[in-house]
């Protein structure tokens, strides 16, 4: 059976560094909001090459906090539009919709799954005061479009970077392309901890101490509460697993492009239609998405030949049972794409081997 991910290989050869971080974390009695965590901040910081880094509980608040932020600089107020694409994972929309903003649903490019600029525009409204663009699957989204068009409509334009930790727009990473981005580190992302995690990045530092605060129950100092705070603070044992990967993470994403090139170079089945792909860094293969009309067929038949595979995501969030009032919107690419992606094994451990064998298989679909 090829696995799809494999989380205790993935993190096999970190072992040993792992156990001497937890080692160190135990005898030091310093749990929460310690050195490992301002380590973290800092050096994230720097690989993204950007002023301010905040470490919070996960990637949903990550979002949320932003939000949250600018609401209390009265950037944002209650019931103000934010443009999502309507594809995304679910915590892009539930970020947006837990700060009391509303999501605006908009039909992603069919070739990239991201946001383009001119559908946007289409859907901005008076009330509309920013886009949350979704780096999907780890392609950066087109950000030279997507600036000029924010900064005409004087929008905040937030980065959801949860998908693509170094994934660079014309040698900038994400997290310095908008005016704030959000990380997630949850175990299987490509930046992956040992449980939770999360990160906001700006570049302005008056965002970043509101999130300070608004992440450790608005406190300014112990117990002296300026905002109506949140708990979501970066775990210190989470943050010192993560300064362990962080130096790893260009040649995990290099490992992952490898993989991917590959699989575009050989799958030739004119069923499949296989991921958007043009300069090298703009991706970084958090999944490897292909669609064909016949996708449950396609998964079937791989899972016979022992090979696994998953669909990100099944269900679109206009038709999730937590999203009712939706349930009457048409979103016919939204909806094409949800029937037809499947995502194929991209783990950094694949082997030659496995991926050859992967190949030969789609290439014999019927
Ligand atoms: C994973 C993910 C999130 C949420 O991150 P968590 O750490 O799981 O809360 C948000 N947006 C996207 C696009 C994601 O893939």
Redesign the pocket.
């Known amino acids: 059976m090829i696995k799809f991910l494999d989380l205790k290989l993935l993190n096999q050869d970190y072992e040993p560094a792992f156990k001497q971080k937890f080692d160190s974390f135990l005898q030091s009695g310093y749990y929460i909001q310690g050195q490992e965590t301002k380590i973290f901040e800092n050096a994230f910081a720097s690989y993204c090459n950007i002023s301010q880094a905040v470490g919070v509980g996960?990637?949903?608040?990550a979002?949320r906090l932003i939000f949250e932020a600018y609401k209390i600089m009265g950037h944002l107020s209650q019931g103000d539009e934010v443009v999502v694409p309507a594809n995304?994972?679910i915590?892009?929309i539930l970020a947006i919709s837990q700060a009391g903003l509303k999501p605006v649903l908009v039909e992603p490019d069919i070739n990239t799954y991201n946001l383009k600029a001119d559908t946007v525009e289409k859907y901005i409204t008076r009330k509309t005061k920013a886009v949350l663009a979704?780096h999907?699957y780890g392609l950066v989204s087109d950000w030279e479009a997507l600036s000029a068009l924010t900064n005409k409509h004087n929008l905040l334009l937030i980065e959801?970077a949860?998908?693509a930790h170094g994934a660079q727009y014309q040698g900038q990473k994400t997290g310095r392309l908008g005016h704030a981005a959000a990380f997630?580190?949850?175990p299987t992302?490509n930046l992956g901890a040992l449980g939770?995690g999360?990160m906001v990045t700006t570049n302005d530092p008056v965002l970043a101490d509101t999130i300070r605060l608004l992440k450790n129950y608005g406190q300014k100092q112990k117990y002296v509460s300026r905002y109506k705070g949140f708990n979501s603070r970066l775990d210190e044992i989470q943050a010192a697993f993560l300064n362990v990967k962080l130096p790893y993470l260009d040649s995990i994403n290099q490992k992952r492009r490898a993989l991917a090139l590959k699989y575009i170079q050989n799958i030739d089945n004119k069923q499949i239609t296989l991921p958007y792909y043009t300069h090298e860094d703009s991706h970084v293969f958090h999944q490897f998405v292909v669609r064909t009309p016949k996708r449950d067929r396609l998964k079937k038949y791989l899972a016979a030949q022992g090979i696994e595979t998953i669909i990100h995501y099944p269900v679109p969030p206009h038709k999730q049972e937590a999203y009712s009032e939706w349930h009457d919107i048409s979103l016919p690419v939204t909806e094409k794409i949800h029937k037809e992606i499947l995502s194929l094994p991209i783990r950094e451990n694949l082997t030659t081997q496995e991926q050859d064998y992967i190949i030969e298989k789609i290439n014999r679909f019927e």
């Open positions: 996960n990637g949903l608040d979002i995304t994972y915590a892009s979704v999907l959801d949860a998908q997630s580190f949850y992302k939770d999360g």
